[in-house]
Structures are given as C-alpha cells and as structure tokens.
C-alpha cells in the first residue's frame, strides 16, 4: 500500500524515530503502525546491542526526598553526548524515572528497569530511545538511603548530585546544615562517614604505602608500622567526612560544625553520584 507523508510524520510524532526511519517501518508493515512501531523498537534493540561497549560520560542527576524527609534517592541517567544530555526531553526522561521509582517504591535500578512505561517496561523504552537517538543510554547509579532527615544536592552543572543523612536533628537549622555537608561531599568526595567506614582492603592499602613511604626515605623497618599508622591517621582526617576540615571554617572539622548547630546533630549516610 502506498505510505504517505502524513502517515510517516504521524509515525514520527509518535515515537520520535528518523522520518526515513518510520517510512522504512512502515512500508516494511505494510501501513500497520503498530507492527512499524515493533519494528522500530526492534532496530533499537539492534542499535543498543552494536553500542553497549560505548562508555556513558555525560548526562543528569536526580534526585527525591519523600515528603516526610526520611528518605532520599539518586538517579544518573547517562549517554555518550553532552549535546543529547543537554535536550530537555534527557532530562524530562530521568526525572520521569525517578518519580516512577518512588511511586512505586523501587529499591535497585533493576527494578527500575522492570516498571511500566507506555505499555512496555523501562528497560525496553531505553532500548527504544538508543534507537531513535542513535546513542547507547543508561540508569547508570541508583542510590538511597534512609534517616531522621535526608538532604539533598544537586550541582549547578547537573552532573553530581548528594544525599546527606542526619540524626538527632532537633535543631532549628538542620536544613541548613545538611546542604553544607552535602557540598561539602560534592568537593571533597569523602570515602566514608568516619573511620569505621572505611573498608578494610583500603586500610590495608594505606597502610602498606605508608610503609614503603617510610622505606623509601631510609627509616629503620622496625619503625615502619608506626610511621604507616601516622599516615594512616592522617588519611583519616583527609578522607573520612566528619574528620575532613568544613570547607566554609578552617577551623573546625565537619563533627564541631554539626554539633554546634545543635548539639549531637551526626550524619549517619551519605551517597554522591558523579557522572563523567
């Protein structure tokens, strides 16, 4: 049957493919649109599949805070291009995501990937949109994390976002706080709360340079532990959030600033999701 114009754009507006792209799915249907529609899908699944070793450098950060403030999620949706991370409909798309996840109380991005979307699940609609974008696309971080109060940091360029958990938040600047902490993780990148949190492989890391640190400047081997442990106390400091100096006072470290805004006040979680 003959294809018009009006049927390829009518195509097009529906599923944002290529004009000659939908001209092609729909002479191969026949006219059927929903059989074009499968086909189109199927070419990005082909598109996908011929692209997922591309690495995703760019794209947007997401973030919710459930109403009540106790729970927190970040979402990177990630491509190849800035110039497709800086479309709006990108970024209309993860925010689309990140609502679905918490309407419906996702917990991992494989069950992102799993919810409805237009009749068809996430993961099938992203194969969709590397077809029709022609760049691979993915949910590449899913985080939350739960407290007395989740704050949230997005950086101005879109491409880092924060969730910062407090308790004994009974002060009246909390908020406040919390949005210093959360820029304060955006430029340091802590590796972990405190010391406890810090793994023990990258313990043993640290101690083991700090040993052939000290080696190499000649000092004897029986002090070699010790010196190791000093450098390890100071990555500590360096390294660990509530030790690390608050970047707005010098003077203080993150533990004092917190507690002298009310005392007690702790973080007890944090997340940051860095694209590129």
Sequence with gaps: MAITAQDVNKLRQMTGAGMMDCKKALTEAEGDFEKAVDILRKKGQKVSASRADRETKE???????????????????????????KNEGFGEFANTLIDLAVANGSESKDAVLALPIENITVAEKIIEMTGRIGEKIDISHFEIISAEAVIPYIHSNGKLGVLVGLTNTSGTDVEEAGKDVAMQIAAMNPVAVDKDGVDSSTVEREIEIGKEQARAEGKAEEMLEKIALGKLAKFYKENTLLSQQFVKDNSKSIAQYLDGVSKGLTVNAFKRISIG
């Design 59 to 85: 794209g947007v950060v997401v973030t919710r805070v459930a109403e009540n403030g106790t729970k927190g999620i970040l979402l990177s949706l990630t491509c190849e291009t800035d110039f497709v991370a």
